[in-house]
């Protein structure tokens, strides 16, 4: 019954060691982000997909890349994870106004 | 900038009370709101949302305020129970036709037996 599906769950990467994380959905929604969510803090949009078209926000860095294969799949790419993109990475969907959160992937930078 | 905050970042109370969690937000084109509860290493859930055209809409044991002449929000839990100890994120859409949302700065909620 798993609407937004995350995975893995929990990812551990080296510093500077290129990780990528997945998210898939089953509700055939248009539009796909991607969060940046550190502890006590709301999270923060990264970008999204409407459609194919790739949406980055104005403050996120060049190190934080998305790919988007079908309606169903979006990656988050960290090309050089460094000790400050310790975070939990929430997907999320949305075809209209409510937007639909995955369970989230906590990232370890070691 | 414009921003949506929290007055209150931790609230607690006693299991069996009533719960008001407040958000302030400042774009007067913001036109639909949501609150969404989140637990310890969970996506965010949502709760409820309210348009701008509305200034209360009621659910399950939770209701939601708006004020649109000081833009200010507000989720009331009633007979607050363990299980809503979480953190309450309202967020707001500021008038796109899809769900592009702007997050508030979230309140922690601890509810004691």
């Known amino acids: 019954d798993a609407m937004v599906i995350q995975n893995p769950r929990y990812q551990v990467t080296q510093f500077g060691k290129p990780v990528t994380l997945s998210c898939s959905q089953t509700l055939n929604h248009n539009v796909m982000y991607w969060y940046q969510q550190k502890s006590s803090q709301a999270p923060k949009l990264l970008f999204h997909?409407?459609?194919?078209?790739?949406?980055n926000e104005a403050d996120t860095p060049d190190n934080f890349q998305s790919r988007r294969p079908n309606t169903s799949f979006c990656f988050l790419d960290i090309r050089s994870p460094g000790l400050g993109d310790a975070a939990m990475y929430l997907c999320?969907?949305?075809?209209?106004?409510?937007?639909?959160f995955g369970p989230g992937t906590r990232l370890t930078v070691l | 900038g414009e921003n949506v905050g929290l007055h209150l970042p931790t609230l607690s109370v006693q299991e069996g009370d009533n719960s008001i969690i407040n958000c302030a937000y400042s774009n007067s084109a913001s036109d639909y709101f949501i609150w969404y509860k989140q637990e310890s290493g969970k996506g965010p859930q949502f709760i409820i949302d309210?348009?701008?055209?509305?200034d209360k809409r009621q659910g399950q044991r939770v209701t939601v305020l708006l004020n649109k002449t000081v833009k200010h929000l507000s989720l009331q839990i009633a007979a607050t129970q363990p299980g809503d100890s979480a953190v309450y994120f309202c967020?707001?859409?500021?008038?796109?036709?899809?769900?592009?949302?702007?997050f508030g700065q979230g309140t922690i909620l601890t509810v004691h037996p």
């Open positions: 967020a707001e859409n500021r008038g796109t036709s899809y769900g592009k949302l702007t």
């Open positions: 309210i348009r701008s055209n509305m």
């Open positions: 999320a969907t949305s075809r209209e106004e409510e937007q639909f």
């Open positions: 997909y409407y459609d194919k078209d790739f949406n």
